[in-house]
């Protein structure tokens, strides 16, 4: 499927294209509307598009009404800041398919346009959204086990009282289901849930993508744009993966939490916001505080209460819930009888050590909803679902004497940084056997892996590792 974005916002752009783009779609992006036409008459029209109002040249009502004749089955999405009466009817009389508010909430972004896609818009059926059960609006915690128990009874003690709270545990745990219960629970519930992946926005961009940036603040910068604080406004703000956060910001982020007040970038005015912050990491941030990567004063702020989600191997009595509630998503998803486990798939799905977690878990159940014949899932199913653990042991007796033969022939020659080659190599080799695998969708990719998502699209730059 592909999605073209038109905004001349760069970090727009990069943000909503990076989401989509691990959501699975295809994404070009255009930095203005000529640009975007110009590729219309040159390659066709994509299955979506998504356009900003205000830009130099043709604005995105004028495209909204070229499109209009030259493709006229393309829904179009509007995105703009300014959600006054004039604009979103604007969008809509032009013939818009929906109208988008900026800033915007990138897993909503990615459900819309998995509705529209799916021609399902508007329907309410959380197992609407593609792939994962991420896009579904409200996922429910599932858990069994005594840690989850206790911490089902935390979250409901803590989603009272006002504090910060940070959620540690390793990629896919479900820590952003956590803060997103934490918020529902909340007296804060009526308001905004703002979510923002430190990790997934490059540095320069990540300032202005917390606190906004007048017009003229930096170059791009064409008009005020609000940020995540104010967005999440008498709300909650999540930031993940908090342990990526450059240093320059943690010491702002440590003032206007202290302060509750703060400037936009290039701005005067200042902004007063009642936002409660909870914030994950994967990382070990007392080991961060250690090497000087993370700020004391930061983390004791944030850190006012711990909640630690447990890998799945420590808590085995939530594979086979977890297993069940993913199936029955899938099979709504598939207009299908549920598929069922029989017991001996049940231990051998208890035996599997899950890298990914419950992530990884999901991604398994839609493979067997898809693939494992017949309603009930055996044994066999689940290993051949995991790939086949026998023949990959036999794999990798070839590779290890390859990459022997390989290492041998370096020593020989004198070569230098053959460790270094051979770890880029092997990356590589992991990284795009996984991405085959996964039909190029990273997210998915990387749990497969056991890396996230970030460190997957990190080492994917060449040149880096
Ligand atoms: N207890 C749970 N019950 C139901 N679904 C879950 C549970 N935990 C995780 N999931 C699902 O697993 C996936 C990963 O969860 P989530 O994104 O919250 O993990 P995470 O710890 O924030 O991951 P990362 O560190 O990689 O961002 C999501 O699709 C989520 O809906």
């Not at 897993?107 to 346009?113: G, M, N, T």
């Not at 959620?167 to 923002?196: D, N, W, Y």
């Not at 309603?375 to 794999?395: T, Y």
């Not at 070569?415 to 190029?440: K, M, P, S, W, Y």
């Amino acid at each position: 499927m592909n999605i073209w974005i038109v905004d001349d916002d760069r970090g727009v752009r990069f943000v909503l294209a990076t989401a989509l783009r691990d959501a699975g779609y295809r994404v070009a992006e255009f930095e203005h509307a000529a640009a975007a036409l110009a590729a219309l008459a040159r390659d066709g029209a994509p299955e979506l598009l998504f356009t900003d109002v205000r830009m130099p040249g043709d604005d995105g009502l004028a495209l909204l009404d070229k499109l209009k004749t030259r493709a006229p089955q393309l829904p179009v999405i509007v995105m703009s800041a300014y959600t006054d009466i004039a604009s979103t009817a604007g969008a809509f009389r032009g013939g818009a398919h929906e109208f988008l508010s900026k800033p915007f909430d990138l897993d909503d972004a990615v459900a819309l346009a998995a509705r529209t896609l799916a021609g399902r818009d508007g329907d309410e059926d959380p197992a609407a959204a593609p792939a994962t059960a991420a896009n579904d609006p409200e996922p429910l915690l599932v858990g069994a086990s005594p840690p989850m128990r206790e911490l089902f009874r935390a979250i409901g003690r803590l989603a009272q009282a006002p504090l910060s709270v940070l959620i540690t545990g390793e990629t896919g745990t479900g820590k952003e289901l956590v803060a997103r219960a934490l918020h529902r629970e909340s007296p804060r519930a009526a308001q905004p849930f703002v979510a923002l992946n430190t990790a997934a926005i490059p540095s320069e961009l990540l300032e202005s993508e917390l606190f906004g940036h007048e017009a003229g603040a930096f170059t791009g910068a064409h008009k005020r744009q609000p940020g995540r604080f104010e967005q999440a406004d008498r709300g909650t703000l999540f930031l993940d993966e908090i342990g990526d956060m450059p240093l320059p910001l943690q010491t702002r982020l440590l003032r206007v939490l202290a302060e509750n007040e703060f400037f936009r970038v290039g701005g005067r005015e200042l902004i007063r916001v009642d936002v409660r912050v909870v914030a994950a990491t994967h990382q070990d941030l007392d080991a961060l505080v250690v090497a000087g990567r993370f700020r004391a004063d930061l983390l004791h702020r944030l850190d006012v209460v711990r909640l630690r989600l447990p890998p799945l191997r420590e808590r085995l009595a939530d594979v086979a819930p977890l297993a069940e509630r993913f199936l029955a998503i899938a099979a709504r998803k598939f207009d299908a009888p549920a598929k069922r486990l029989a017991p001996a798939a049940i231990e051998r799905l208890r035996a599997h050590d899950w890298p990914g977690n419950v992530r990884e878990l999901e991604n398994l159940c839609w493979r067997l909803a898809a693939l494992a014949p017949g309603d009930n899932i055996r044994r066999d199913d689940i290993d051949a679902a995991l790939g086949h653990p026998r023949e990959s042991a036999a794999a990798s007796v070839g590779w290890d004497a390859q990459l022997t033969t390989w290492a041998r022939a370096q020593l020989d020659a004198g070569a230098a940084d053959i460790h270094a080659r051979a770890r880029d190599r092997l990356d590589q080799v992991l990284l795009q056997a996984a991405l085959e695998h996964t039909g190029g969708r990273r997210a998915a990719a990387a749990a497969r892996l056991g890396v996230g998502r970030n460190t997957l699209t990190r080492k994917l730059k060449p040149g880096t590792s």
